[in-house]
């Protein structure tokens, strides 16, 4: 009983289990949250294409959040929830520690110099062999597809590809069977009617959060609305679900619901002045109210509804893509094209002037088709890369009917890398050289597509790198040095130092997270296509 009582009321078993729990939580490797001055800096995002400004927090120099730059014209202070958790990924366990080589089935880590010294090797005897080396990108607007681009021209290759997208669909459509120049805008800030035929601009299409801010000033919660929103697609999607109207059509049914818009804009004295309209007014008047809808299950009714909201209306815009943002049909596109330059809609973005000066045109890659390119390699009648760099892609697991593109992949003679992150990609790959978080590296982007105006942002690191990782231009650049390759650059910053005064921005504006926007337009003079047009 004595012993009993003495147990319960002597400090000492509670002292030791207080202490166990202080020690066991004390060791060396348990995180520790930092402190200090909290701090938050501008950069823009490339997390994805759209290319948002962002504030990176920070507490004693260690990034823990994101939060959109109020100050911003176009993102207006938004992210998505992918930006929002930037910061977290900068420590994501995926991350790719450092330079990694296959080796057997495993990899296994070797040094940067070691990487360098292996491509090396195995590039100087491909120079000058066209289409042994080969890149597929997934970044649409950055500069460094100059230097990726410049360094496989330097080596005798141009098999340069984008990964699909809406930006590459409209590049074939507008660049390739309409021969224009420069790229195809939306000005979404002065339209009175904006009508998405498949674009789901609120969710996947473009520059999604300027897409919406520019729609949400326009329709308050209380005052008066200023935009009409129309949505024509075969699935509800989030533009659907917000839109004035929803027309509902058949899955391949939108080129032939643009055309038959297009047919009764002629049929009301609308005309267009670019090249090969009396062709295309021939192939739109084959798409009357009752093809239409046969072709795309869209009522008569529905049909003139639409037409006459875009003849009403002072400033339409018409913005065509798919509902999953990878990129519709060409014909789909290249009608888009076409119905807004009937409505005299028609925005043409200029190209800004290229750093690398002997890296092919950026319209011209982006007019490529890589799924078609894979489909050669496949069935042997374009060459199989002997050397494939993947650059901020992952087409093992993102092009159509991936598990028989990544056995094409697989072919190469050496599948090279730039992830980050691993993923699918990366883990087929023969060797992987991280690219940093887009947080802890200079980037750029020029004119994301979906914007209304030409534009040009500056990404700079702001946040400490994590692990070993190398900007992939600046590897490039080295390993082009070492293959004599001369690209007129020896570093990354100075190509976007080149870049940002032939635009004529200002580069401390830029770091500090401002946006060069040029007014200048670029050329419209192109072909409404007709011919090439039926045939996609
Ligand atoms: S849409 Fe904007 S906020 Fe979202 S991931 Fe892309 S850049 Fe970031």
Not at 142 to 157: H, K, Q, R, Y
Not at 245 to 268: C, E, Q, R, Y
């Amino acid at each position: 009983m004595g012993g009993a009582a003495g147990t319960l009321f002597t400090p000492i078993p509670w002292k030791l289990a207080d202490d166990s729990s202080i020690w066991s939580q004390n060791w060396s490797w348990i995180p520790r949250l930092k402190s200090g001055a909290v701090t938050a800096d501008a950069t823009y995002s490339k997390l994805c294409s759209a290319g948002c400004a962002v504030k990176v927090k920070k507490v004693g120099g260690l990034a823990f959040g994101v939060k959109g730059n109020a100050d911003n014209a176009l993102s207006q202070g938004g992210v998505c929830p992918l930006c929002a958790n930037g910061a977290q990924m900068l420590r994501s366990p995926a991350r790719v520690a450092g330079p990694l080589k296959k080796d057997g089935s495993a990899f296994k880590a070797i040094s940067w110099d070691e990487a360098e010294a292996l491509l090396a090797d195995k590039l100087k005897g491909l120079k000058g062999q066209s289409g042994k080396v080969a890149a597929i990108s997934g970044d649409g607007s950055g500069t460094a597809n100059e230097v990726l681009s410049g360094f496989l021209a330097g080596l005798g290759s141009s098999a340069y590809y984008y990964m699909p997208s809406d930006q590459t669909t409209m590049a074939k459509a507008w660049n390739g069977i309409m021969g224009g120049s420069g790229q195809i805008g939306y000005d979404l800030e002065g339209a009175d009617l904006v009508l998405c035929i498949g674009a789901d601009i609120m969710d996947a299409f473009g520059p999604t959060v300027r897409n919406q801010k520019a729609i949400a000033a326009k329709r308050p919660i209380e005052g008066d609305k200023t935009v009409t929103l129309l949505y024509a697609g075969p699935v509800r999607t989030r533009t659907a679900a917000v839109a004035d109207t929803w027309v509902p059509v058949s899955p391949d049914g939108g080129a032939a619901f643009a055309l038959g818009l297009a047919n009764l804009l002629i049929k009301s004295g609308k005309g267009a002045s670019l090249g090969g309209f009396g062709e295309f007014a021939e192939l739109a008047a084959k798409f009357g109210p009752d093809a239409v809808e046969k072709a795309a299950g869209v009522k008569t009714e529905a049909l003139m509804t639409v037409a006459k909201a875009l003849l009403m209306a002072k400033n339409p815009v018409v913005v065509v893509g798919s509902g999953s943002g990878q990129g519709g049909g060409v014909a789909l596109a290249a009608a888009g094209v076409a119905l807004n330059a009937l409505l005299g809609s028609l925005t043409v973005l200029p190209e800004f002037p290229k750093a690398v000066s002997h890296a092919p045109d950026r319209s011209g890659l982006l007019a490529k088709d890589v799924v078609a390119w894979l489909a050669d390699v496949d069935a042997g009648k374009a060459p199989t890369p002997e050397v494939l760099f993947v650059y901020e892609a992952n087409p093992a697991y993102a092009l159509p009917q991936a598990a028989a593109m990544a056995k094409t992949l697989d072919k190469a003679g050496l599948l090279v890398s730039f992830s980050t992150y691993m993923d699918e990609t990366a883990a087929l790959a023969d060797l992987i050289l991280p690219a940093p978080h887009p947080f802890e590296r200079l980037d750029d982007a020029q004119s994301p597509y979906g914007l209304g105006k030409a534009t040009y942002l500056l990404a700079t690191a702001v946040a400490a790198p994590e692990k070993d990782c190398k900007s992939t231009p600046d590897f490039i650049l080295g390993l082009a040095g070492k293959l004599g390759v001369d690209l007129g650059f020896g570093a990354f910053e100075d190509v976007l130092k080149a870049k940002v005064q032939a635009i004529g921005a200002d580069w401390d504006a830029l770091a500090a997270g401002g946006a060069f926007v040029s007014d200048r337009k670029g050329s419209a003079q192109a072909d409404l296509g007709a011919s090439a047009l039926a045939k996609a």
